[in-house]
């Protein structure tokens, strides 16, 4: 199963939400930091780089898109567009026990 993942996150035991609390920690406007941002944060190493290309190319065009999308719509944001509709019972990049509301 591991081999079929391409696109790997370098957050080690971390995770999504405790990313996130760091990011609006650091942040000034809590409201700029979107599930977008934390998942792109989660895919780069400390110094910034990707560690392959499926990853540099899901996240250039994750960055290209992002400022076009409306980001507060789960179902229609940039990860939405690029990945496709959340599994059930999963939300990428808010964590452990976020679920999509109907």
């Known amino acids: 199963m591991r081999k079929k ?6 957050m080690s035991r971390k995770g999504y939400a405790r990313l996130e609390h760091e990011m609006k920690e650091e942040s000034l406007d809590l409201s700029s ?3 977008v941002d934390v998942w792109i944060q989660g895919h780069k ?3 910034g780089k990707h560690l ?3 990853t540099s190319s899901t996240l250039k065009s994750i ?4 400022s076009s999308d409306n980001q507060d719509n789960l179902r229609q944001d940039t990860l939405a567009k ?3 509709p ?10 452990f026990g976020v679920t999509p509301s109907q």
């Open 5 to 10: 993942h391409k696109i790997t996150h370098t």
């Open 33 to 35: 930091i979107t599930r």
């Open 45 to 47: 190493n400390k110094d």
């Open 52 to 54: 392959n290309e499926a």
């Open 63 to 66: 960055e290209e898109m992002k």
């Open 82 to 84: 690029n990945f496709g």
């Open 86 to 95: 959340e599994r059930r019972g999963q939300v990428r990049a808010l964590g």
